[in-house]
Every structure is written in C-alpha cells, then in structure tokens.
C-alpha cells in the first residue's frame, strides 16, 4: 500500500441536533457497509475514565451529552455494542464499527466521533435562541476509514470474486471462432451501450481455453457465441462456477442483469 486515505468528514452542530445527527450517520454507516456485503458488526462505545482529571478537552457536560447521544442512537437501532471505559481519546466518545469478513476476521472501518477539540481550537460560534454565543458541536466520521485497507478487506471477503455491481470486468464474449467475431463485436456494443463492463476475448485460442482464463480471472459472466447463437440472434452465458445457463436473448439478459447491479446483489442468476 502507498497511499492511506481517509473519508473524513465532520458535522457541526447544535446540543438540539446532535441526536438527529448521530443516528443518521450510524444508518449510514450501515446500509454503506451492507451494501459492499458485510452483515455481522462488532460496535465499541469508546468513553472516557472519570477517574483521570484534566486529560480531556471540553466540559463534563459536553462529555455526558455526547456520550448520551451515542448510546440512545445504538438503544434506538436495538445494536449490541461493547462499552469500553478509557479508550476514548483526549477530544471526545467515539463510536467504532468493525466488519467480520468471509474469514471470520473483525477490522474496523467506521468511525462516529465527537470533537470538542477542534471547535474549541478553531473559536467556533454560534449564536443560541438566548442571544449569546455557544460552542457548536463537531462530529468527525469516517465511513469506510482508510479506502486502500477498505479495498484490501474486499477483495480478501471476495477472494477476487466481487459482487456483479463491483467487478472491474462482468462479462466477457469468448467466440467459438474467427467466423464469429463480427457478431461478437456487435454484441460487444450492445452490452457496453447498456452500460456493463464487458471485454471481448478475440484470441485465436480455442472456446475452451478462452472460458478456463475467464474462471481464473472470476468473471461473473462468459457469453459464448458459435453459429448457433449468431443464426438466432442470442448469446449463451456462463456463470462463474456455476456452469452453462443456457440460452437467452440480449435484451433479455442485458435488463436483468441491470436489475442484479442495482440491487447490488450478492447472487448472479438471472431469473
């Protein structure tokens, strides 16, 4: 890895808000994570240790407000989560999501964090319905934490065999041979004017070969295209492990696998 970035974004706002704040960037975090395919959760309530004085920024009240904040947001989506005294940092409670991949292992990913800090140190204001000047509340997030450690627990949870919404190539045309590709390459632009990621596999190898390289590369989808297919005008396709599914037409399969991406599903048959 050589790069580490981070989806950091903060949300300032009143004590009257944060409650609204809070649970709807623990939804968001959710249904994100849900999205790429991870359903099991292990959340940490990192508090502060009443015990030490003066480690910590911002008031006793603030700390009781934030805190509060968090655990009714985790009380009102019902989610069990692990209440770890002293493990907050200096600046504020935080919220940790890890994510259990296909190995059984945790790694944690989202952050929902208050920041008494960086408002104190930036002399942010705002005016009240009293008429004076309060300090607003920061809250940091991050969803995925770092993208490129993001990325990295996918393709291991994957094992290189992503979701049909998130393979970098989701079908490839393997010909049965040379006399075929015209047809091939006009199937090619339907698909891809459909907007699916689709490459053409015009080797001079034999259609065997060409599915064995495509079952290595784990592409969900190989169109296989002989005489046949290109005299009625369909395709047949393959599914990655799964074997021959038959017959279809182009349009046909072109609108149900459009149906899979946008439900980003986990499953790759057609029905």
């Keep these: 890895m050589r790069g580490f970035t981070q ?3 903060h949300i300032i706002c009143t004590p009257e808000q944060i409650d609204g704040e809070i649970l709807r960037t623990l939804d968001f975090s959710l249904d994100l994570l849900r999205a790429f395919g991870f359903s099991e959760f292990k959340i940490e309530l990192s508090v502060r240790d009443p015990r030490v ?5 911002g008031s006793d009240a603030m700390w009781v407000e934030a805190e509060a904040s968090l655990v009714k947001a985790l009380a009102v989506r019902q989610l069990p989560y692990q209440r770890m005294e002293g493990e907050a940092v200096f600046y504020g ?5 890890k994510i259990k991949d296909a190995l059984g292992r945790f790694w944690q990913c989202t952050t929902i964090q208050f920041d008494f800090n960086m408002s104190e140190r930036f002399a942010m204001k705002y005016i009240g319905a009293d008429g004076a ?22 393709i291991e949870h994957y094992r290189g065999f992503f979701p049909l919404w998130l393979a970098p190539v989701q079908a490839v045309i393997a010909p049965l041979n040379d006399d075929c590709l015209p047809y091939a390459r006009r199937v090619l632009e ?15 190898e034999g ?38 599914q038959g017959k279809v037409g182009i ?9 899979i991406i946008e439900e ?8």
Excluded at 93 to 97: G, L, M, Q, W, Y
Excluded at 138 to 148: D, N, T
């Design 251 to 259: 349009a046909e399969f072109l609108q149900k696998i459009k149906i």
């Design 133 to 154: 000047a309060h300090q607003p509340y920061m809250v940091h997030r991050a969803l995925l934490g770092s993208l490129e450690r993001f990325f990295g627990v996918l």
């Design 53 to 57: 004085a003066g480690k910590y920024a």
């Design 190 to 204: 339907e698909l891809r004017r459909g907007g699916l990621r689709v490459d053409l596999d015009s080797r001079s």
């Design 93 to 97: 409670p935080k919220i940790d999501i």
């Design 7 to 9: 989806d950091d974004a």
């Design 207 to 244: 259609v065997n070969r060409k599915i064995r390289d495509a079952e290595n590369q784990k592409v969900p989808y190989i169109i296989v295209l002989g005489p046949q297919e290109q005299k009625d005008g369909n395709i047949s396709f393959r599914i990655h492990k799964q074997g021959d």
């Design 264 to 271: 980003k599903s986990q499953h790759y048959e057609i029905q």
